[in-house]
């Protein structure tokens, strides 16, 4: 059963990593990365931009100057889950619909369960791959401009990343169980964490009507706050310079896993449920 | 032994029935043919037997294992080629059926060089190493035999197994599946629009018409020789001359003609051609003529 399981995970992995889709966006995150390198190399203001007031950015503390410079990376960071989760999550079960492997399949001795969760697994897998590509541009500049290794927030951020990563695929999934064209999935999938869930977070935070942290687009943006916690797209701004609290961390990426949890169950309900597989 | 056994098997498309099989029993050793016009049910069949259709009333049991309340343990029995076979374009026809051989089996193979041995077999002795999206149709089609055949799986389901392939690839199923059958006591369901392979190949046909097992021939009396004689002479059944029916100058004869031909030049009658006559294709055309 684990064997089989395991089996599907590392196929699903092995082969996508050497489709084009996975080339390319490796490549995409080489270009946002030296991007991002080219935009805070000629534009030292960006960072004054973060601090308030008049307070003058080159008598920061070293620590703060070093929060700063990753608070940044980690900005743009938000969106490469989102956007592996869509290329690699939404497309892993559409995928075998258009190829017509579904069928193969569904014909080993692996029960629907095991389909959904093994392609969850590898999705993640990709998506953090793809992650860690500009995880490592970011050490490697972070390393030349300050002349050391990040703290353990850095750690935190890389981890909390990855945990993203597996929460947003998981997402893109449940989403992708309900087409049969990888197209499709990967739009809607994006059309719902972007738009809908933006217009549910602004609908909550002007009527008060329920937590807008509770969201999970704004859950996902526990990952800059590890840096600072200080929000700029989320409408109840607040700003400190001071990191996210432990127990906020812990709070919030339970309420991320509470979430994966649920999309998990929708992907393995509506995908039992489906009877044709054309 | 290995067997397949149907009971009340129906299939419905919305409120449609595209599946209605009343009874079927099939047993190994035995190369079972299915045939009928596109649109039969014949693949939907095969997807009910490989696990991949769940939603059907009635009894499918494999081996005695319930499809419905073990499909898991059935599917460990299957081997199935299901459609046009698919496979994922990155991977190499050597991955590919080192991963469904594992699938099968559920434990890592000990020996790689099988894997490489079964496409070597399967005429793809230069593709092993090949990506998938390289093949040809027909290249493609050998692969997927080759995975069906994977594992060694008790009973093997092939959806158009010759369908796209050259002369050398029918022979190559011909001989995968005559050997497989008489080596390793396998139970082979195959679906075919090709009537001479099938013919040629299966021990026990079936035709499928809208969903319905319509009648079935065994391979015996698929042998069935006309011999056309030059003028009318009144003949009876005789015993021992395997006559199945006379009619004005035509004798059908079941199976070998010697015992005939033998008395025939006993009794000095004239023939003028012996041929075989094809059972599987007037069989065909008789239940099939109304829709084609």
């Known amino acids: ?278 | 032994m290995n067997s397949i056994k149907i009971d009340s098997l129906v299939v419905k498309k919305g409120k449609i029935s595209i599946l209605n099989v009343e009874r079927l029993y099939m047993q190994s050793p035995g190369i079972f043919g299915i045939v009928g016009p596109n649109g039969a049910g014949k693949s939907t069949l095969l997807k009910v037997l490989s696990g991949t259709i769940s939603d059907f009333s009635g009894k499918v049991r494999l081996n005695d294992l319930d499809m419905k309340r073990e499909r898991l343990k059935a599917a460990l029995l299957t081997g199935s080629i299901i459609e046009n076979p698919s496979f994922y374009p990155y991977s190499t026809p050597h991955e590919f059926l080192i991963y469904a051989t594992e699938m099968r089996l559920g434990r890592r193979m000990t020996d790689y060089s099988q894997a490489r041995d079964a496409l070597y077999r399967c005429g793809l002795k230069d593709k092993a190493d090949l990506k998938i999206r390289n093949l040809s149709t027909g290249e493609a089609k050998r692969l997927g035999i080759a995975a069906a055949f994977a594992g060694d799986p008790k009973i093997v389901l092939l959806d158009e197994p010759s369908e796209n392939l050259d002369i050398f690839g029918r022979k190559m199923l011909y001989d995968l599946v005559k050997e497989s059958v008489r080596e390793r006591d396998q139970l082979i369901v195959f679906t075919s629009h090709d009537l001479p392979f099938v013919e040629s190949i299966c021990s026990e046909i079936y035709f499928l018409k809208q969903g319905n097992i319509m009648d079935h021939i065994v391979s015996q009396s698929k042998e069935t020789n006309t011999v056309l004689l030059a003028e009318d002479i009144p003949l009876s059944k005789l015993d021992g001359l395997n006559i199945i029916n006379i009619r004005d100058k035509e004798v059908e004869i079941d199976g070998d003609t010697s015992p005939f031909l033998t008395y025939a030049l006993q009794k000095n009658i004239r023939i003028l051609e012996i041929h075989k006559k094809n059972i599987l294709l007037e069989k065909y055309v008789q239940i099939f003529s109304d829709k084609t």
């Open chain 1, 1 to 278: 059963m684990i064997f089989r399981f395991l089996r599907m995970t590392s196929y699903f992995f092995r082969y996508s990593i050497k489709s084009r889709a996975f080339v390319f966006i490796i490549f995409m995150n080489i270009v946002i990365s030296l991007l991002i390198i080219l935009l805070m190399s000629s534009s030292q203001s960006l960072i004054q931009s973060f601090v308030p007031g008049n307070i003058n950015t080159l008598s920061l503390p070293e620590i703060l100057k070093q929060r700063l410079f990753n608070f940044q990376w980690a900005n743009i960071m938000i969106y490469i889950p989102v956007l592996s989760a869509a290329f690699f999550g939404s497309t892993a079960l559409p995928y075998e619909y258009e190829r017509g492997t579904i069928f193969t399949l569904l014909s080993y001795p692996v029960s629907k369960t095991q389909i959904i969760v093994s392609k969850i697994f590898g999705a993640t897998l990709l998506s953090c791959l793809s992650t860690l590509v500009i995880v490592a541009f970011q050490l490697a500049t972070f390393s030349i401009e300050f002349k050391v290794l990040p703290g353990y927030h850095f750690l935190i951020y890389v981890l909390l990343l990855l945990f993203v990563s597996f929460s947003d695929v998981c997402f893109a999934v449940a989403v992708s169980t309900f087409f049969k064209n990888s197209g499709h999935s990967a739009i809607a999938f994006l059309i719902v964490y972007l738009v809908i869930l933006d217009i549910l977070s602004l609908i909550a935070t002007d009527t008060g009507s329920f937590p807008a942290i509770l969201i999970n687009t704004n859950l996902d943006r526990v990952i800059y706050r590890v840096f600072l916690n200080s929000d700029p797209y989320f409408l109840t701004y607040t700003f400190s310079l001071s990191p996210i609290s432990y127990t906020s961390i812990i709070y919030l990426t339970s309420i991320l896993l509470v979430y994966s949890v649920a999309f998990i169950l929708i992907a393995m309900i509506i995908f039992d449920l489906r009877r044709n597989y054309k």
